[in-house]
């Protein structure tokens, strides 16, 4: 089945403590992007990648990272998480067809 | 500059039609799309129109595309209890690099009373 897979689905951390939320997608898609979805903001984007190795900012990219080594995966990096970055996070993909395909969401809360 | 405004909320009974509209501002949006997130879910795209067409129907879903108002909108037609979710309009403007960037609306919170 073609899916973008989002983990961990719920993250409870602390202030400061480093994490990771992976993603990968089995559809050979060379587009992957990062959103954060908050009440009354809609989605934002944080990074988008375009290929292997080729990645840029979106609108909210402060206080996270990210990295494009292979094709399938693109993580979303989180170096000293901070309350502000208690949110929805999504993880989508997008092939020569016209929409994007996104993972489940993986909800982050930072004490 | 990039937005898309859509209302917070909309209710309306099973059975009638419901209809959920959204402006954007970048006429350069080569398509238009409509995703649906139901709770605790991801986002699913329910359609989408390519900037050319003033409408496009697939089964209960119409779309029309009004570009000199930007304006979009999503008809629902018998709308059922599990139509309840929240509908987003999004835009995907034409930067001439394609950066496939979506720019989404806030979501309009569909409620189907039964």
């Known amino acids: 089945e073609a899916q973008v897979t989002q983990n961990p689905r719920y993250l409870i951390t602390v202030t400061g403590k480093k994490l990771t939320v992976t993603c990968s997608q089995n559809?050979?898609?060379?587009?992957m992007s990062w959103y954060r979805q908050d009440p009354g903001l809609g989605l934002r984007q944080i990074y988008y990648s375009m290929n292997v190795e080729v990645t840029d900012k979106g609108d909210v990219p402060e206080g996270y990272k990210v990295s494009r080594k292979e094709k399938r995966n693109f993580p979303l990096i989180l170096e000293s998480p901070s309350p502000n970055q208690t949110s929805l996070y999504f993880c989508?993909?997008?092939?020569?067809?016209?929409?994007?395909?996104f993972g489940s969401g993986t909800r982050l809360t930072v004490v | 500059g990039e937005d898309v405004e859509q209302s917070l909320f909309l209710s309306v009974r099973e059975g009638d039609s419901s209809v959920i509209n959204c402006t954007y501002t970048d006429s350069s949006s080569t398509y238009l799309y409509w995703y649906k997130q139901e709770p605790g879910a991801g986002l699913q795209l329910l359609t989408y129109i390519f900037s050319n067409m003033d409408m496009k129907q697939d089964q209960r879903l119409t779309v029309l595309l009004n570009k000199k108002d930007k304006h979009l909108s999503l008809r629902i037609a018998d709308t059922q209890t599990g139509d309840s979710a929240i509908y987003f309009c999004?835009?995907?403007?034409?930067?001439?690099?394609?950066?496939?960037?979506?720019?989404f609306g806030t979501g309009t919170l569909l409620a189907v009373q039964p």
């Open positions: 999004a835009e995907m403007p034409n930067y001439g690099g394609a950066t496939n960037k979506l720019i």
């Open positions: 989508a993909s997008k092939g020569q067809a016209y929409g994007y395909t």
């Open positions: 559809m050979n898609h060379e587009y």
